[in-house]
């Protein structure tokens, strides 16, 4: 292995409102949630990497359980440019899958949706592809492209059936600082 890492992952959830798309009305709002827990992470061969995170719910929001796995290989490195591709899977407990794609009898009266209970177990499976331009020593900008294709009773759920698509895609970007712990170095 050339580089395993293990330690603490800290995640923001944001909240979502029942105003915030017309297809969420009379289902309620799920607050902002912290989400706390680990993530264990190798590269080998400077070329590829896995990574998985599992992360909980603490005291607002939903209070449930996230498990993200992604595996990741280098396509081209070329001075301060590269590219990836990655492959990526959620899977989600009870708790997350109530609070966003359930709908308990009372929402249901509320939104006119019919009753639907999702369970726990994989909520999607994806692909990416990465571009980073490093910045400095400790900067980079990161444009991405990201398929995701909803799985099972996930995709059956009401929200989604009647309202969205089990095939997501996203495109975008950020910018990453990396902080190095332990012995300063510049």
Do not use: C
């Not at 719910?57 to 990836?84: C, E, M, N, W």
């Amino acid at each position: 292995f050339s580089h395993f890492a293990i330690g603490p992952t800290v995640r923001i959830q944001g909240r979502r409102s029942e105003n915030d798309n017309p297809a969420l009305k009379g289902l309620g709002s799920v607050g902002t949630t912290f989400e706390f827990g680990g993530f264990a992470a190798t590269t080998f061969r400077h070329r590829y990497s896995v990574r998985f995170k599992v992360r909980h719910g603490l005291k607002t929001g939903h209070r449930g359980t996230i498990v993200d796995a992604q595996g990741t290989a280098l396509l081209l490195r070329y001075g301060p440019f590269s590219t990836s591709v990655s492959a990526h899977t959620s899977w989600i407990g009870n708790r997350y899958a109530d609070a966003y794609f359930s709908v308990t009898p009372e929402q249901s009266l509320r939104s006119g949706l019919p009753v639907f209970n999702a369970g726990r177990g994989f909520r999607d499976i994806g692909a990416s592809i990465n571009g980073y331009v490093n910045i400095g020593k400790r900067w980079s900008f990161n444009p991405y492209v990201s398929y995701d294709y909803i799985l099972h009773d996930i995709a059956l759920t009401p929200i989604i059936s009647q309202f969205g698509d089990r095939n997501q895609l996203r495109a975008g970007f950020y910018v990453m600082r990396q902080f190095t712990f332990g012995k300063f170095q510049d």
